[in-house]
């Protein structure tokens, strides 16, 4: 109880602002574990960081700016993914999921409301729409160009922590924040049409035709890298590299993860690292695609999370000092 922002005493009760979502909690636990009634996250007297001004540049990882400068250089790559979200159409995106999956508000899970809202008031972006769809492979995505939608496989919620649902929507928010949304969406299109039945159908055919062999394999490259800046945003909003860590070791693990030791997943990730091989990725990149892995290499994205608050960057971003603020 250290001041009189966090907390405020009253005769019978004490309160405790939340950190994240800013709602007035009654509580007496001195357990440390009480959670917020409004966002479920974990009540503390800690700070919770928000960004006035955030700019994608001072988090976007290099590989992902250098994919995408490429992706960019391809002529009319821009146009031909324009008219290939034209033809299957963003407002089918909507009217899909307005029809199949939970529409999130204020009143409708409104736990998973308020951690939007979390992720979107930390990183400074505008509040996009949120479903949950019932899905048994743990996954998330966001699409859209004009309006993005975030969209939640229910298995994600069922198996992680508030804080790590908080992970999961603030690296969504991530894509719109870091301007991916035209990309993604494409990329997300190809990756779906590869995996699907509908190899066979017209649609198949109409993507072949505006998109060239070299667009796809650069955008499904850039993809891949852009997941790293969007695992950045992710620890911008959590505040803590565990819960990304943890995250990525239940994408990895699925179920079976409760049986896997955190320490010896992160002791993993560093040593990827050492082995890392950009080009021979790139390469085994067409074949996991094909192969349906829906969360390419999350040994890997941690390996690159630590290294990321490992150089300090993390660290100045949090003190909003933009040079030699790392102590
Ligand atoms: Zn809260
Ligand atoms: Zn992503």
Known sequence: MSSDESSLTSDDSEFIRCRYCGQRNSTRDESGTARCGRCRLTLSSEPHKKFSTLDKDEYIHPADSRALAALRMIPGIDSALKKLLAVTGESAIR????????????????????KLQVACTTLGVEMPELFVQQNPIVNAFTGGVERPVIVLHSALLERLTDEEVLAVVAHEVGHIHAEHVLYITAARLLEFLANSALLAT?????????????????????????????????????????????TMMKLCGGTFASKVDYPQFLAQARDFQKNYDAKALDRFWADVISSGMTHPFPVWRVSEILQWVDSGEYKQLMSNQPHSAAA
Request: hydrophobic share 50%; aromatic share 4%; net charge positive.
């Open 202 to 246: 017209p649609l198949v055919s109409i993507v072949k035709t505006l998109i060239s062999g070299t667009m796809r394999a650069a955008l499904l490259a850039w993809a891949r890298r852009a997941e790293l800046s969007c695992d950045r945003a992710a620890l911008l909003v959590t505040q803590d590299a565990d819960v990304i860590g943890r």
């Open 95 to 114: 009217v899909i999921f307005t029809a199949s999956a939970v529409k999130v508000t204020a009143d409708q899970c409104p736990d998973l409301h308020a």
